[in-house]
């Protein structure tokens, strides 16, 4: 069974069990009410599309927040609205990771 520090919101990717009429502090979604009326795609583009911006005004976000990050750590980076290209250089050549935009060399 996952930890809570292991689960993520499904909208915005941060660290927080989805648990009915809690509130991700990163996306302000309320688990149970929000996701009633809206897909998870479609409160992520809302969301997206406000900043994407820390919407708790209770707690503070973490240290070096980075909602792009996020998203890319949490699996989510075809939701990010542009393009992302990481290249790294290394003895074993080019590498890329499918589907997430990112290139290892
Ligand atoms: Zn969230």
Redesign the pocket.
Known sequence: MPTIGQQR?P????R?APVDFTI?P????EFGIDTLDHTSQELRDI?ISNGPRWESTVDDPPDNWNPWQQLVAAGLSYAIPFYVGVQLKGPEGVRQIPNSGLVFA
């Open positions: 919101c909208i915005c990717g941060f927080i991700c990163s996306c302000g979604t969301w």
